[in-house]
T-cell receptor
Framework: GAGVSQSPSNKVTEKGKDVELRCDPI?????LYWYRQSLGQGLEFLIY????????KSGLPSDRFSAERTGGSVSTLTIQRTQQEDSAVYLC?????????????FGSGTRLTVV | DQQVKQNSPSLSVQEGRISILNCDYT??????FLWYKKYPAEGPTFLIS?????DKNEDGRFTVFLNKSAKHLSLHIVPSQPGDSAVYFC???????????FGTGTRLKVLA
């Protein structure tokens, strides 16, 4: 596609439920990143994929968070047993290489609200 | 420990005047810096970058200045336009790494 596509755009879930957030990067982009932005906070790095492998998962806040990427394309971020502090905008980004010179292209994000 | 800081959460500027957004960092290993602009309900969009080998980079109305000794960078927008009203994030990356560390953002409002 022309840009990074994320779905759903909004998700309201009950505390304790599992959620899956999807990211469809720009075709051909090998690097994929997940960030989140909590209210009043900056963008917090979660995980980085190069192809299908995730060399850096250090930003995942707890073992309730996991992510995978298949076919070097679509990525899914899963949050199990959601908590209210998981409420945030989850942003996916992709880049051709590691994006140092030109940064990443971000999607519009998924706004997750845990009630 | 916040490695990238934007200490001004908001800024209002009159249309046609200069907007100056500031960013400080603590990690001396950072050698690449970006500015992103974010409108509500949209993802951040890349605006301008600067490498640590430079102290200035200009692109149209946007200029980024880097002061390595002070670990400070700034984004100048001249002249400011109402369409520039957005949240601006600075981000920094260290050589040999792939991820950017973002600041908390500054909300710029350009008044017509």
């Amino acid at each position: 596609g022309a840009g990074v596509s994320q779905s759903p755009s909004n998700k309201v879930t009950e505390k304790g439920k599992d959620v899956e957030l999807r990211c469809d990067p720009i075709s051909g982009h090998t690097a994929l990143y997940w960030y989140r932005q909590s209210l009043g906070q900056g963008l917090e790095f979660l995980i980085y994929f190069q192809g299908n492998s995730a060399p850096d998962k250090s930003g995942l806040p707890s073992d309730r968070f996991s992510a995978e990427r298949t076919g070097g394309s679509v990525s899914t971020l899963t949050i199990q047993r959601t908590q209210q502090e998981d409420s945030a905008v989850y942003l996916c980004a992709s880049s051709l290489t590691q994006g140092r010179a030109y940064g990443y292209t971000f999607g519009s994000g998924t706004r997750l609200t845990v009630v | 420990d916040q490695q990238v800081k934007q200490n001004s959460p908001s800024l209002s500027v009159q249309e046609g005047r200069i907007s100056i957004l500031n960013c400080d960092y603590t990690n001396s290993m950072f050698d690449y810096f970006l500015w992103y602009k974010k409108y509500p309900a949209e993802g951040p969009t890349f605006l301008i970058s600067i490498s640590s080998i430079k102290d200035k980079n200009e692109d149209g109305r946007f200029t980024v200045f880097l002061n390595k000794s002070a670990k400070h960078l700034s984004l100048h927008i001249v002249p400011s336009q109402p369409g520039d009203s957005a949240v601006y994030f600075c981000a920094a990356s260290a050589k040999g790494t792939y991820k950017y560390i973002f600041g908390t953002g500054t909300r710029l409002k350009v008044l017509a």
